[in-house]
């Protein structure tokens, strides 16, 4: 049963008020992850060491009473140590022991430095929210989440991510450095005596009725049009590409990325207090939702350009459609 627009306010109020008595600023960092918590969407965290990456995803854990589990990924973690594996036991039967995956809010920390090998164990797990193991399938829990973190100036040791994995997150979400004054109250708040504590203030079930709701917001046919003309000219042979893309970008979003804009595009609307999705809100998801899901080429990175500037080269050669006409045929 989905909450009505009235109770999700409340409810993201009350995370938010939690969530900001642990970390400090990041107001971009804290909506973005929240939108994607409302949406049941994994999120792709990428920031230098010591920026509270971890810190905000167990404080959304806490806040939102979501049993938590985290995986510290290392080149010699297995996919068994994800999934689980099945037990020899007397008489030849077997016995299940679940990994850590079988939670709702799963962090796999550097996740970049586990093996693709092991990387590829979380696929069905973001894809189909279920696990196989020896030919059996069992289901994860509802809510369930993939919060990855990497660090993206150290590289050596390393595993890139392949398209396949990032395509099954969400959004990506870029981790700035904090301000003098946010650092200022950082070592205020962290360095004292005392340490700031979480109070739980909702439930998974209310979390599920957050993402029923969200599925339910209105997007008129001119706004979901306009996400597919922006995933469209991300691609180097659609028509309405830029010259940027045809030059620089291999491949451009698949589908899952337009359903990933329309539903973030959704969950901005409802944080923000409006009951319909905007043309506005699908181009802020814009950044989240694409900056992952473009291919670069050798020219992109010899040039030294960045996925964002190509999701900005997209938003300016993509024109914003105005409202259809009353009557018009």
């Known amino acids: 049963m989905s909450l009505t627009p009235e109770q999700f306010a409340q409810l993201a109020g009350r995370v938010e008020n939690e969530v900001r008595r642990v970390i400090v600023g990041q107001q971009r960092l804290v909506r973005d992850v929240l939108a994607c918590l409302f949406c049941e969407g994994h999120v792709l965290l990428e920031g230098v060491p010591g920026l509270g990456k971890t810190v905000l995803l ?22 068994a140590d994800i999934v689980g594996t099945s037990v020899l036991g007397e008489g030849a039967s077997t016995t299940f022991q679940a990994g ?14 586990a093996t693709p090998k092991t990387q ?17 399938t069992r289901d994860l829990p509802r809510p369930f ?3 990855a973190t990497q660090n993206p100036i150290e590289m050596e040791g390393t595993y890139p991510l392949p398209e396949a994995q990032l395509d099954r997150f969400m959004a990506k ?23 700031a504590t979480v109070t739980p203030v909702a439930s998974g079930e209310d979390l599920l009725g957050a993402i029923a709701l969200i599925r339910e917001v209105p997007i008129a046919s001119h706004v979901t049009r306009h996400v597919v003309d922006l995933v469209q000219a991300t691609h180097p042979s659609g028509d309405t590409a ?25 969950a901005y609307a409802l ?30 990175l010899a040039a030294g350009l960045q996925a964002d500037e190509l999701v900005a080269a997209v938003l ?6 105005g409202p259809p006409v009353k009557g018009a045929v």
């Open 271 to 300: 944080l923000d207090g409006r009951l319909q999705a905007s043309i506005e809100d699908v181009r802020a998801a814009a950044g989240p939702c694409l900056r992952h899901r473009l291919v670069l080429g050798y020219e992109a």
């Open 58 to 79: 167990r404080t959304l854990g806490d806040a939102l009473s979501l049993e938590f589990n985290r995986i510290q990924c290392t080149p010699d973690l297995m996919p």
């Open 100 to 113: 850590p995956v079988f939670t709702q809010l799963l962090l796999a920390d550097e996740i970049n430095r």
């Open 120 to 136: 590829s164990a979380l696929l069905e797990a973001m894809a189909e929210r279920r696990v196989t193991v020896g030919g059996v």
């Open 173 to 195: 979400v870029l981790v700035a450095l904090p301000d003098a004054d946010d650092l200022l109250d950082i070592l205020g708040r962290t360095t004292g005596p005392g340490m």
């Open 316 to 321: 300016d050669a993509v024109p914003v459609p």
């Open 145 to 147: 989440f993939v919060m």
């Open 242 to 266: 830029p010259d940027v893309v045809r030059r620089y970008v291999r491949h451009g979003s698949s589908p899952r990325g337009a359903q990933s804009l329309v539903l973030l595009a959704r």
